[in-house]
């Protein structure tokens, strides 16, 4: 999916919003454990009731990695039902390796041959530019590229004061040069709203996926305030465990639906 | 496996190598890809034929990933394969996420009870401490931390000279406080092996992990030089492509374990 077809989805369903699917049997409700493939099941449920609300849907791979073959078949179902559904993919990986294993990792996750093939997939920035450029150039799809992340971790590197500018000003910086607004995209936390004007100055017009919304505390609000870009939004607001796991009993797919219709109306007033 | 067997295993075959399960059915012979499973067929040939001359075996996972479903079983079968070897077993994965998230990761990947259980897994240090530690705790199972990597992007952030120190030195004096010589090695590139003297500095008697030699360039004498300990080696140096390689025609295990004895030997000098 290209930037003009995104955009259009969010100007038409009035929302930025990603759903994380992020599949733990322990939080599912016993009629869904009950099928034959639980995770899948789940994700199908959740998909169904919040696709009038969200544009995005992002599995972390650890969440079916974590169950082995079977997670990943779960995985394979998943996004091949999100296929059918006019809607951005991502593979929420943060993979990243050397030049020639990056381009096998782009041909797992966004080859349109492979078994996956998402429309986007975030890598970790760690080794630089020839970790990252094999994911680029592929027709309609993106790398999203971690820079400042929400969690307490983030301040051990990524905000550390001995590097003058920050080392995620730095990964802004560097990479903006490796792709454009058309394929690549940042990863930015709620957590750390506050930090979203300077981001701006350096990225002003890519699209940023932050997650952090709910669960972990940070605020739709203040994200907008400071990323949101006139028109088109420039924003991808992620909620994973906020919207899966709104209700742990047999409603949890309407649970999930009040919850993305929730905020796709927050995020609709500044649409 | 813990520290004191690893280094028994190094004793016993007075070698460190690391041979990395890198598969790639365009550089296999016609006669592995008439198989059913060829990646399976593939490696469990170069796994006999190099294991009298290798301590450890290290598959990267985008070269099973970008195969899909059918790689991903490919790469349980190696994994039990090693199981009976009694060798040291490295997932070359490169996660890391936030704190619940690499919890996932970790039981993918080195849990007894996982479909994939091997004895260390390697990790990104962008996102900090919560993204790591997840990984330790676990008895005998290792986090293997990058650290300065042998591809050129290693200089774009990790040896940027806007940091001081420098970020790789940076990770190396935080992340050595998250765990212990027995629980966590580095990644440190075989194309940086000057470096390895001030890396010494920093991480005495952690053991490192040694991409680079082989394919990509770097001198297994000057890593000696650099970063050999006394008695234990503390170090694991990898080659991939240039024993799995080694001939592209029938003769590719025995070509393979000649290549392979050729550096236990240069090894076996040192220990």
Not at 112 to 141: Q, R
Not at 193 to 212: Q, S, T, Y
Not at 231 to 243: D, P, Q, T, Y
């Amino acid at each position: 999916m290209n930037r003009k077809e995104l955009v259009n989805q969010i100007k038409e369903k009035k929302s930025f919003l990603c759903v994380g699917l992020d599949p733990d049997l322990a939080k599912m409700p016993e009629c869904v454990k009950a099928e034959t493939d639980p995770i899948f099941a789940f994700n199908r449920q959740i998909i169904d009731a919040t696709l009038p609300y969200a544009v995005a849907y992002k599995p972390n791979t650890a969440f079916y990695e974590a169950y082995g073959i079977q997670g990943m078949l779960s995985l394979q179902k998943t996004i091949q039902y999100l296929h059918h559904k006019n809607v951005f993919t991502i593979a929420d990986a943060k993979r990243g390796d050397i030049g020639n294993t990056s381009a096998r990792y782009a041909q797992a996750f966004l080859s349109p041959e492979g078994d996956f093939n998402f429309d986007a997939i975030t890598v970790a920035p760690y080794m630089g530019s020839d970790s990252v450029s094999p994911f680029l150039g592929i027709p309609d799809k993106w790398v999203i590229l971690l820079a400042l992340t929400s969690n307490p971790g983030s301040t051990d590197f990524q905000t550390w004061e001995n590097a003058s500018p920050r080392l995620y000003q730095r990964v802004l910086e560097v990479s903006k040069q490796w792709g454009n607004e058309e394929n690549m995209m940042y990863v930015v936390g709620a957590t750390k709203a506050e930090m979203l004007k300077d981001i701006r100055r350096i990225v002003p017009k890519h699209f940023l996926l932050v997650p952090g919304v709910g669960a972990q505390g940070g605020s739709l609000e203040e994200v907008c305030l400071n990323g949101f870009i006139e028109g088109e939004a420039g924003l991808l607001i992620n909620a994973s465990r906020s919207i899966l796991y709104a209700s742990k009993g047999e409603d949890f797919a309407e649970a999930a639906a009040a919850e993305a219709r929730r905020m796709q109306q927050q995020m609709a007033a500044y649409l």
